[in-house]
């Protein structure tokens, strides 16, 4: 991320539409948008183009690439960033279009913000862990100066180049990172362990729908809500007692817990060193699906995070779908609420996307709209739970 006292970076954003992509190009570049403004960038202007796939040599064609060098210069644009991965080969053929402005892709956008955000130590060893597994393969894209032998006594080991050298040297980093998130997961295997027997709830969603609005609404904490993506990186367990939805009298003590928040595109990498964090996901007994109604796309944005969950071994979990940010909802074309903005909770419980998502429960977290229900629904699919 930017520091305050440094000029704001200007960049450009470049996408390319194939054939499998499941989504258009500007859906996609929408996000990454918003990846650029969380890193403390600002970008100023997008280019598109539809090809069959990524060209091999510069990612875009020939003339599109012209014109994207053409716009750099005129603008003074500090950074261009891809929205999909790039050989070392395309990172060198770009920067030599692309004289003196910057060479990123979606994964170091991801990978920097995380870096900034991340305050434990289990998360700044995941984040240290997936940057070094990213670099690795991409060190000889990194260090061409590196990559012939030098002659000169100390130079050089045993017949070994020196990219040989740093690529030994990062593995052995890689392994010494593994080692010490093992060392840190085993502490909290231990201390979740020590909560066997409590009811436990992860709330788990798209990044940036307001589950950290709602873990402070539920739990009355303080966790760090920001208008940003991945603005809370590390997990936060909370202990909440809820009173009991049929037994006037009772309350319910119960474990909630906050995770990272998903992303489409999200790199393999980073789901893997994350694996740790999402095992608050793994070991809940419901998992609080909270879903951003108001944005356009929120039914791909709960797919993704569905296939997350199924890659890391959770979507067999009992569900309760929040449909947050009611407030803010406005219905698509094929509703059956055409153009109406202003609807009720009743109506949005007779939608079809309450029978299509039960149990289900339309909030605001902002507005505090709802809550008391989400509660009740939260201890009454708990409770479902051990029974």
Same mark, same amino acid.
């Given at each position: 991320?930017?520091?305050?006292?440094k000029?704001?970076?200007?960049?450009?954003?470049?996408?390319?539409?194939?054939?499998?992509?499941?989504l258009?190009?500007?859906?996609?570049?929408?996000?990454?948008?918003?990846?650029?403004?969380?890193?403390?960038?600002?970008?100023?202007?997008?280019?598109?183009?539809?090809?069959?796939?990524?060209?091999?040599?510069?990612?875009?064609?020939?003339?599109?690439?012209?014109?994207?060098?053409?716009?750099?210069?005129?603008?003074?644009?500090?950074?261009?960033?891809?929205?999909?991965?790039?050989?070392?080969?395309?990172?060198?053929?770009?920067?030599r279009?692309?004289?003196?402005v910057?060479?990123?892709?979606?994964?170091?956008?991801?990978?920097?913000?995380?870096?900034?955000?991340?305050?434990t130590?289990?998360?700044?060893?995941?984040?240290?862990?997936?940057?070094?597994?990213f670099?690795?393969?991409?060190?000889?894209?990194?260090w061409?100066h590196l990559?012939?032998?030098?002659?000169?006594?100390?130079?050089?080991?045993?017949?070994?180049?020196?990219?040989?050298?740093?690529?030994?040297?990062?593995?052995?980093?890689?392994?010494?990172?593994?080692?010490?998130?093992?060392?840190?997961?085993?502490?909290?295997?231990?201390?979740?362990?020590?909560?066997?027997?409590?009811?436990?709830?992860?709330?788990?969603?798209?990044?940036?729908?307001?589950?950290?609005?709602?873990?402070?609404?539920?739990?009355?904490?303080?966790?760090?809500?920001?208008?940003?993506?991945f603005a809370?990186?590390?997990?936060?367990?909370?202990?909440?007692?809820l009173?009991?939805?049929?037994? $006037?009298?009772?309350?319910?003590?119960?474990?909630?817990?906050?995770?990272?928040?998903?992303?489409? *595109? +999200?790199? %393999?990498? @980073? &789901?893997?060193?994350?694996?740790?964090?999402?095992?608050?996901?793994?070991?809940?007994?419901?998992l609080?699906?909270?879903?951003?109604?108001?944005?356009?796309?929120?039914?791909k944005?709960?797919q993704?995070?569905?296939?997350?969950?199924?890659?890391?071994?959770?979507?067999?979990?009992?569900?309760?779908?929040?449909?947050?940010?009611?407030?803010?909802?406005?219905?698509?074309?094929?509703?059956?609420?055409?153009?109406?903005?202003g609807l009720?909770?009743?109506?949005?419980?007779?939608?079809?996307?309450?029978? $299509?998502?039960?149990?289900?429960?339309?909030?605001?977290?902002?507005?505090?709209?709802?809550?008391? *229900? +989400?509660? %009740?629904? @939260? &201890?009454?699919?708990?409770?479902?739970?051990?029974?």
């Amino acid at each position: 991320m930017i520091e305050n006292d440094k000029p704001e970076e200007i960049a450009i954003v470049v996408g390319v539409q194939s054939q499998k992509q499941e989504l258009s190009v500007d859906e996609y570049l929408d996000e990454l948008e918003q990846l650029v403004y969380t890193s403390g960038a600002r970008s100023i202007k997008r280019f598109t183009q539809k090809l069959e796939h990524p060209h091999a040599k510069t990612y875009v064609g020939k003339g599109k690439m012209q014109e994207i060098a053409e716009y750099c210069k005129l603008n003074n644009v500090d950074i261009a960033i891809f929205d999909d991965d790039l050989s070392p080969a395309q990172v060198r053929n770009l920067e030599r279009e692309l004289i003196d402005v910057k060479v990123l892709t979606r994964t170091h956008l991801i990978l920097d913000i995380f870096a900034t955000n991340a305050q434990t130590a289990q998360a700044k060893t995941q984040v240290e862990l997936a940057q070094s597994i990213f670099l690795l393969p991409r060190l000889t894209g990194m260090w061409t100066h590196l990559s012939k032998q030098k002659g000169g006594i100390g130079m050089k080991g045993p017949g070994e180049t020196e990219i040989e050298t740093d690529r030994r040297t990062l593995r052995n980093r890689i392994s010494l990172l593994k080692e010490r998130l093992l060392h840190i997961e085993k502490i909290g295997n231990t201390q979740r362990s020590s909560r066997e027997g409590a009811l436990r709830a992860a709330l788990v969603g798209y990044t940036n729908v307001g589950k950290s609005t709602i873990m402070n609404l539920i739990s009355r904490s303080d966790v760090l809500v920001e208008n940003k993506l991945f603005a809370t990186l590390d997990s936060t367990v909370r202990k909440v007692v809820l009173p009991h939805p049929s037994d $006037e009298g009772q309350n319910v003590p119960i474990l909630l817990s906050d995770t990272v928040g998903f992303i489409r *595109k +999200l790199p %393999t990498l @980073l &789901v893997e060193s994350f694996k740790s964090t999402l095992a608050e996901a793994l070991e809940a007994d419901l998992l609080v699906h909270v879903v951003d109604i108001s944005n356009p796309n929120y039914e791909k944005q709960m797919q993704s995070v569905k296939e997350t969950l199924h890659s890391i071994g959770a979507s067999s979990k009992p569900e309760l779908i929040v449909f947050n940010k009611v407030d803010a909802f406005k219905g698509k074309e094929d509703d059956f609420f055409v153009g109406n903005t202003g609807l009720t909770i009743e109506q949005f419980e007779k939608s079809w996307m309450a029978k $299509e998502n039960a149990p289900a429960v339309f909030i605001s977290a902002t507005n505090k709209t709802n809550v008391e *229900k +989400l509660r %009740t629904a @939260l &201890v009454t699919e708990l409770l479902k739970t051990k029974i």
